[in-house]
């Protein structure tokens, strides 16, 4: 995968995934600030492995594909280091992520409606079943008019060089 370009992976899977999600609206956490809206679910990884509570196994198909999207990101030797699988929902275009960076690896997937994510200063279409691979570029979900739902799911990760590069630095 290609920083910053867009690859889909639409298909059955992917689409029941997100009607499951949206029928489940009590399993999310609402997430409100000052310059944000949207609700979430979080999942910590701990040695590579994440565990995914029995009312969350729906989802482990489209996770594993994101793996395997965040693994094909890496050009060098080296191996992923999961984070965190940090899922968010935008019941609607009043739902938001401001502009920000994470100093770490990052695939996105988008189910849902379109919606477009800023990307540094450009603006990037996200249809259902898009990825798209960042590496510490600024970006966010800006407020817009679409009144159908959004949910992303946002990998973070590193590699096994990045990390040693950070204890040795």
Known sequence: MQQNKIYNIANEETQLVYLQLLEFT?????CKTRTSKRQIISFLYNNNKII???????IQPLIRKVEESARNTIIDSSEPIFIEMFINYYQDGNY?????????RQITMSLGTKRTLK????????NHGDLIFLHQEKHGVLKDSST???ISFNLFFTTTNEKEFEVNY
Do not use: A
């Open 119 to 126: 990307v540094n200063t450009k603006d990037v279409e996200m």
């Open 148 to 150: 159908e739902p959004r």
């Open 96 to 104: 938001s992520t401001p502009m920000h960076r994470h100093q770490c």
């Open 52 to 58: 995914i509570p029995g009312m969350y196994s729906f």
């Open 26 to 30: 009590s399993l999310w956490f609402p």
